[in-house]
C-alpha cells in the first residue's frame, strides 16, 4: 500500500511542480483506480483506466481561494468510497537562528518571515489513507528539480493528522468533499 501511496503523492508533487510556484493550497480525493474504473467505465475510458489497474487516481476538490485549507479540513469528511486524501501546500521555513525573532502575532510573523533573508520556500504534498499509511514530499524552491523531492512518511506530521482526522469520519462535518469533482492527470 505504501508503494501506492508514494507513486500518488509523486504525481500529485509532479502535477504541483508543472503549475509552478505561488499557488494556493489544493486537496484531492484518493480513489482506489480500479475502484473508480469500475463506477465510471466512460470517464475511465476518457482517462485511459483500467479496471484491474492497481493504486489510487487523485480527484482534485476545488478549495474556495480565501478559506484555510487547516480550517477547511477541520470542519469535512470523506465519503467512504474515499480511500484517502492529499493535500498540497506551499510554506516558508527559517532557520533555528530566527526563531527568538518571530513575532506572537500571526500577520506580524507572516510577514517577518515573508521578508527574513534567509527564508526558504518549500512545497508539501501530504497523503493520508484510511487504514493509516501516510507519505509526504518535499520540494524546496531553492532546488526546483523532481531529483531533490524528499520523500518519506511523516515530514508534515500535523498537517498528516489533520488529513487522517477527515478520514475517520470523527468530525460531524459542515460538508463533505465529492470524490466526483475534476480528475487531476498529468
Given at each position: ?14 502535477h ?37 489497474a492497481a493504486?489510487?487516481t ?13 480550517d ?12 484517502g ?42 497523503a493520508?489513507l484510511?487504514?493509516?499509511t501516510?507519505?509526504c ?9 523532481a531529483?531533490?523531492?524528499v ?29 466526483d469533482?475534476?480528475?487531476s492527470?498529468?
Amino acid at each position: 500500500m505504501l508503494n501506492q501511496l508514494e507513486a500518488v503523492v509523486r504525481e500529485i508533487e509532479a502535477h504541483a511542480a508543472e503549475s509552478g510556484w505561488d499557488r494556493g493550497a489544493g486537496l484531492y480525493a484518493l480513489v482506489p483506480t480500479a475502484e473508480l474504473a469500475a463506477a465510471e467505465p466512460a470517464l475511465a475510458a476518457q482517462l485511459g483506466l483500467s479496471a484491474d489497474a492497481a493504486g489510487f487516481t487523485p480527484i482534485d476538490q476545488e478549495l474556495p481561494a480565501d478559506r484555510d485549507l487547516e480550517d477547511e479540513l477541520s470542519r469535512m469528511s470523506w465519503p467512504e468510497e474515499v480511500a484517502g486524501c492529499a493535500a498540497v501546500v506551499e510554506r516558508l521555513v527559517l532557520p533555528p537562528s530566527a526563531e527568538a525573532e518571530i513575532p506572537e502575532e500571526p500577520g506580524a510573523a507572516q510577514t517577518f518571515a515573508a521578508q527574513h533573508p534567509e527564508r526558504q520556500e518549500l512545497r508539501l504534498v501530504a497523503a493520508a489513507l484510511r487504514d493509516g499509511t501516510t507519505c509526504c514530499a518535499m520540494r524546496f524552491r531553492s532546488h526546483d528539480e523532481a531529483a531533490s523531492v524528499v520523500v518519506g512518511p511523516d515530514l508534515v506530521p500535523t498537517l498528516l493528522e489533520l488529513l487522517q482526522t477527515t478520514l475517520a469520519g470523527s468530525v460531524e462535518s459542515e460538508h463533505s468533499a465529492d470524490p466526483d469533482r475534476e480528475e487531476s492527470q498529468q
